[in-house]
């Protein structure tokens, strides 16, 4: 099992940006499937965003494919989620996670393969403010 390491989270006003990365060691990072996950208060962890770092295709749930971008930089083996507009609504704590047995297929099997999961890093807390 590699590691994962989330960073960018903070405090924005609404309508502003965020830049999540997710740094990834110990992975073969271009066998990957990478995700984005979030839990908001009161609600379950959601999966939102995915990438299969093998092709570059990548997923983003409706509810904020408006808004919301996953991109990756192979180079420095990270995963990025760019917030932009952000509502108070988005305020939780973003966790990435990485899924080495389904790559390779696309973003969409990807998202069903890391619904799954119950291995993440760390978390980076999000919040916004009114």
């Known amino acids: 099992q590699g590691q994962l390491a989330e960073s960018g989270g903070g405090s924005v006003q609404a309508g502003g940006s965020l830049r999540l990365s997710c740094k990834t060691s110990?992975?073969?990072?271009?066998?990957?499937?990478m995700g984005w996950f979030r839990q908001v208060s009161g609600k379950e962890r959601e999966l939102i965003a995915t990438?299969?770092?093998?092709?570059?295709?990548?997923y983003v749930i409706e509810a904020v494919s408006d808004r919301f971008t996953i991109s990756q930089d192979r180079a420095k083996e990270t995963t990025s989620l760019q917030m932009n507009h952000l509502v108070p609504e988005d305020a939780g704590i973003y966790y990435c996670?990485?899924?080495?047995?389904?790559?390779?297929?696309?973003?969409?099997?990807?998202?069903?393969?890391?619904?799954?999961?119950?291995?993440w890093g760390q978390g980076t807390q999000v919040t916004v403010s009114s």
């Open positions: 996670a990485a899924d080495a047995d389904s790559w390779g297929k696309s973003a969409r099997y990807c998202y069903e393969s890391l619904r799954d999961l119950s291995y």
């Open positions: 990438i299969d770092t093998a092709g570059g295709s990548d």
């Open positions: 110990g992975y073969y990072y271009r066998h990957l499937c």
